[in-house]
């Protein structure tokens, strides 16, 4: 089968997080079982890139920007445009990471032009939005890319609810995020050292990883605090909150890393903590559990449930003391480390290898030749 994913922006610095990696990750799966996948993304690079990685094609667009104010909304590449549109009729499926951005709609709208079977996976980027520029962008681009979709894959209930709160027909089925299984990575020797990873969005709760880290600090611990991302408006606020910390000296921003890197920074650390809000399926706690990196987050997470069923993540209501509780229980506690470790091994050997989802995507696949015979 000849497929393509689209994805809005692949760079160096993984700043467009999470889909990406879901992409790659789908497209390398797919790839090993013998499928023709190529995966088109805008790129900052100054001109096209192809290049081959892990059985599939990669092309990058350079990206091109309305206005810096909007963001990955107002970013836009029309040679990728160009190059979807002379090479749609030659693919089986076009699956595209869906946002409200100028990449990503224009590719949906090729494929339904086309007639080309249309897969589309929002990772909880489309939802009910109150920004008065989303009632246009639905109305054009959403509305129609929903319904022309022989499916639309969700992460969670609530993204189900949020999809069908736009069009009421959409077919949606559930999907999870996947990662490989593999051994899990040795826990003993390594730095104390705690760790986020994730952009500096006010989504995230950079800020409140430095606030909790300095509380920590005020209690004793000895550990160290390390933030990994690139900044995307709360990069004074972490600044401002390091300086205010007891002793900013033990308290770091590195700034962005190469995704290639992630997997490294986490097997070194003891523990991984993502305070964020209204976090659907972050794939950095699956490498965190594939890493087995201890993991505390806060109850908004999307799967905060499944984390609590097989205590595979300290889930906190994300307060401040609380996110600080369950680190410190963890640096504590050698049993605590190792229940987490124990529950994020269950959870994704039982619900998030890479090969169910494929499996799950390829079905999906298949029940849209049986639609179209």
Same mark, same amino acid.
């Given at each position: 089968? %000849?497929?393509?994913?689209?994805?809005?922006?692949?760079?160096?610095?993984?700043?467009?997080?999470?889909?990406? %990696?879901? =992409?790659?990750?789908?497209?390398?799966?797919?790839?090993?079982?013998?499928?023709?996948?190529?995966?088109?993304?805008?790129?900052? *690079?100054?001109?096209?890139?192809?290049?081959?990685?892990?059985?599939? %094609?990669?092309?990058?667009?350079?990206?091109?920007?309305?206005?810096?104010?909007?963001?990955?909304?107002?970013?836009?590449?029309?040679?990728?445009?160009?190059?979807?549109? =002379?090479?749609?009729?030659?693919?089986?499926?076009?699956?595209?990471?869906?946002?409200?951005?100028?990449?990503?709609?224009?590719?949906?709208?090729?494929?339904?032009?086309?007639?080309?079977?249309?897969?589309?996976?929002?990772?909880?980027?489309?939802?009910?939005?109150?920004?008065?520029?989303?009632?246009? $962008?639905?109305?054009?681009?959403?509305?129609?890319?929903?319904?022309?979709?022989?499916?639309?894959?969700?992460?969670?209930?609530?993204?189900?609810?949020?999809?069908?709160?736009?069009?009421?027909?959409?077919?949606?089925?559930?999907?999870?995020?996947?990662?490989?299984?593999? *051994?899990?990575?040795?826990?003993?020797?390594?730095?104390?050292?705690?760790?986020?990873?994730?952009?500096?969005?006010?989504?995230?709760?950079?800020?409140?990883?430095?606030?909790?880290?300095?509380?920590?600090? =005020?209690?004793?611990?000895?550990?160290?605090?390390?933030?990994?991302?690139?900044?995307?408006?709360?990069?004074?606020?972490?600044?401002?909150?390091?300086?205010?910390?007891?002793?900013?000296?033990?308290?770091?921003?590195?700034?962005?890393?190469?995704?290639?890197?992630?997997?490294?920074?986490?097997? %070194?650390?003891?523990?991984?903590?993502?305070?964020?809000?209204?976090?659907?399926?972050?794939?950095?706690?699956?490498?965190?559990?594939?890493?087995?990196?201890?993991?505390?987050?806060? *109850?908004?997470?999307?799967?905060?449930?499944?984390?609590?069923?097989?205590?595979?993540?300290?889930?906190?209501?994300?307060?401040?003391?609380?996110?600080?509780?369950?680190?410190?229980?963890?640096?504590?506690?050698?049993?605590?480390?190792?229940?987490?470790?124990?529950?994020?091994?269950?959870? $994704?050997?039982?619900?998030?290898?890479?090969?169910?989802?494929?499996?799950?995507?390829?079905?999906?696949?298949?029940?849209?030749?049986?639609?179209?015979?």
């Amino acid at each position: 089968m %000849r497929i393509a994913h689209v994805v809005t922006y692949i760079s160096n610095d993984g700043s467009f997080g999470g889909p990406v %990696r879901v =992409a790659l990750s789908q497209a390398a799966a797919l790839a090993a079982r013998g499928h023709d996948v190529t995966v088109y993304g805008a790129s900052p *690079d100054a001109v096209p890139r192809t290049v081959r990685q892990d059985g599939y %094609r990669l092309r990058m667009f350079p990206a091109r920007r309305l206005h810096r104010a909007l963001g990955f909304a107002g970013m836009f590449a029309p040679g990728l445009t160009r190059a979807l549109k =002379a090479e749609i009729h030659a693919i089986d499926v076009v699956h595209v990471h869906l946002a409200r951005d100028l990449v990503t709609l224009p590719a949906a709208r090729a494929a339904r032009k086309a007639g080309v079977r249309l897969i589309v996976q929002p990772h909880g980027m489309i939802d009910r939005s109150t920004n008065p520029l989303a009632v246009p $962008v639905d109305a054009w681009e959403v509305r129609p890319a929903l319904r022309a979709a022989s499916t639309v894959l969700t992460l969670t209930d609530q993204e189900q609810r949020d999809i069908r709160a736009i069009v009421p027909t959409a077919r949606v089925r559930s999907i999870g995020n996947g990662i490989v299984v593999a *051994d899990v990575p040795d826990y003993e020797g390594r730095a104390n050292e705690v760790l986020f990873l994730a952009r500096l969005h006010p989504r995230k709760r950079a800020v409140a990883f430095v606030e909790m880290a300095s509380e920590l600090i =005020a209690r004793g611990e000895t550990a160290t605090f390390t933030l990994a991302g690139p900044d995307e408006g709360d990069g004074e606020g972490v600044r401002a909150a390091i300086r205010r910390s007891p002793a900013p000296e033990r308290i770091r921003w590195i700034g962005p890393v190469d995704p290639a890197l992630t997997d490294a920074l986490l097997r %070194r650390v003891r523990v991984f903590v993502l305070p964020s809000t209204g976090e659907i399926f972050p794939m950095a706690i699956l490498e965190a559990f594939a890493a087995g990196t201890p993991v505390v987050t806060t *109850d908004s997470l999307g799967i905060a449930a499944a984390c609590r069923g097989y205590d595979a993540a300290a889930v906190t209501d994300g307060s401040i003391s609380a996110l600080a509780d369950a680190v410190s229980a963890v640096l504590a506690s050698s049993e605590r480390a190792h229940e987490l470790r124990t529950g994020a091994r269950t959870y $994704v050997t039982e619900e998030l290898g890479i090969d169910r989802v494929v499996a799950e995507l390829l079905d999906t696949y298949g029940a849209i030749e049986e639609l179209s015979t």
